[in-house]
């Protein structure tokens, strides 16, 4: 992000032609000016500078710019803030300069207007100013005000870049990471960024943390990205603290801790980060890290369906639905799950068509409960497949079709679902779809059984009666092959 300057840097510059130039007639105003806002006396430090920037002290003027920028020693005041930059922009001041195309470019106290700021970028840029230059590349990079140009915003960056600003080493090694402008360079992109990183620029450190997470152009180092994930997350950086908390929360290297896991999930979901607020949420829901909250997940989950995580709105849906954390409310649940299953989700496509099937939240309607499960159904979803399953094996509100049944039922307990594995055995012994054969139903009841299915195990004890010893044998060797290729092929 373009950035502008704050004042002291250039205080300290003014005192310093101060000790030359003791005669100005402003100088004694300012100084005391300067002293004022070292003591951080705001009111004093502006009545001073504005002595001084009357009789046209131009760092004066622009210190009061950012004073009131900033609401120091004033209510912020844009206006105010603009009027102060434009009298020291007069007079040719770089910093002036940068500031006010730092307003222009956001419309604080100004119309926005890109080109303006581009125009002024430009004259800070011209009087060799690294922070004109680098706000400069950055229009350039994004085509604000001016036709994008990835080879001119290079340009400028390095000309920032050269003289230490940490803002263009951070973009010109994004550059060379994303391959804008230049050919893709991992080990120029990590140059860049320990440049930058070690001016303490936390999004530098937080970009050369991933590359050393993900092994981009150095060797992998868990230890190292850690390292700089905590330094840029100590200064703030959204972003390192939710790839933190990810990191104790799954326990990849560092050992898991689900309460630090919750303290930097926390961290990032205040500043808006929309995974850190759906993390977190799954903590509260689960109990993991904190006491269970469900009344706390909901909010979460709200936080990040407001931002449009999917995920958190299926998950607020299934809150409504079930009346945990917040009151029950089918239609709300039906209304949010319509949403997502509109946009191709196929969970919610799931949870809508069983709202459909069973009338909550809506008028019971058979016919769009099918149409949904088959939209969740051919995304892979193996409950919908049950339940698809189970409907054309009954033949509810379709026409009966156990070779259809039998087709869904194997798709899903090829994905592992024991209901699956339950039902698909029932057609195997009851030679539904396919020819009877009480080894097959053995084989997926005893799968089943394995995964908890209660059902399971009390047909595996009918079957049996039904199946000699060498038929038992061969069943439960079916079973173990079958496991063994992740229930794929099996029959």
């Known amino acids: 992000m373009p950035t502008h300057t704050t004042p002291m840097k250039h205080i300290a510059q003014m005192l ?15 100084e005391d000016g300067v002293a004022a806002y070292k003591q951080k006396d705001y009111v004093e430090a502006i009545l001073k500078f504005k002595n001084a920037a009357k009789q046209g002290n131009p760092i004066a003027q622009t210190t009061l710019g950012f004073m009131y ?6 209510p912020k005041n844009y206006d105010d803030a603009a009027k102060w930059y434009k009298m020291a922009t007069e007079q040719g001041s770089a910093i002036a300069q940068v500031s006010l195309g730092y307003l222009y470019r956001n419309g604080y106290g100004v119309s926005q207007d890109y080109r303006e700021a581009v125009r002024l970028y430009n004259l800070a840029a011209a009087q060799g100013d690294p922070i004109g230059q680098f706000n400069l590349g950055y229009m350039y990079k994004n085509g604000f ?56 620029l936390s999004q530098a450190q937080h970009n050369l943390a991933l590359m050393y997470e993900n092994g981009r152009g150095v060797v992998q180092d868990q230890g190292e990205a850690v390292r700089l994930y905590k330094l840029a997350a100590a200064q703030g950086n959204a972003g390192s603290q939710y790839n933190l908390g990810l990191i104790f929360d799954i326990g990849k290297g560092a050992i898991q801790n689900y309460v630090e896991a919750v303290r930097f999930y926390t961290l990032a979901a205040t500043q808006g980060s929309v995974s850190a607020q759906y993390n977190l949420a799954l903590m509260y829901e689960e109990g993991r890290g904190v006491v269970r909250n469900y009344a706390e997940a909901a909010r979460l989950y709200k936080l990040a369906a407001t931002q449009g995580s999917v995920n958190a709105q299926n998950n607020l849906a299934l809150m409504y639905e079930e009346g945990r954390g917040v009151a029950q409310d089918y239609p709300e649940a039906a209304r949010l799950y319509r949403l997502l299953a509109e946009q191709g989700l196929a969970t919610a496509q799931h949870n809508l068509a069983l709202m459909y099937e069973n009338g909550r939240g809506v008028v019971q309607d058979q016919a769009e409960a099918v149409r ?56 195997y012994y009851h030679g539904h779809g396919v020819v009877k054969d009480y080894s097959r139903a053995h084989m997926w009841w005893s799968l089943a059984a394995e995964k908890g299915n209660t059902g399971a195990v009390k047909d595996l004890d009918i079957v049996k009666k039904k199946m000699t010893i060498q038929q038992i044998a061969e069943a439960q060797k079916l079973a173990r092959e079958c496991q063994a290729r992740n229930f794929k092929n099996c029959g």
């Open 16 to 30: 310093i032609a101060l000790a030359i130039c003791t005669s100005v007639a402003w100088a004694d105003e300012f």
């Open 145 to 200: 005000g001016i036709t994008q140009d990835y080879e001119e915003a290079m340009r400028w960056y390095r000309l920032a870049a050269q003289q230490g600003n940490a803002s263009a080493q951070l973009s010109i090694g994004s550059m060379h990471e994303d391959g804008h402008g230049v050919v893709k360079d991992y080990a120029e992109a990590i140059r860049m960024y320990k440049l930058a990183a070690d001016k303490g």
């Open 69 to 74: 920028e900033k609401g120091q020693g004033t």
């Open 372 to 427: 949904l499960y088959k939209l969740a159904a051919a995304q892979g979803n193996g409950g919908s497949q049950v339940n698809l399953g189970l409907i054309y094996s009954k033949g509810q509100g379709v026409v009966q079709s156990y070779a259809e049944a039998v087709r869904l039922y194997r798709l899903a307990a090829e994905q592992g679902l024991s209901q699956a594995q339950y039902n698909f055995a029932l057609m």
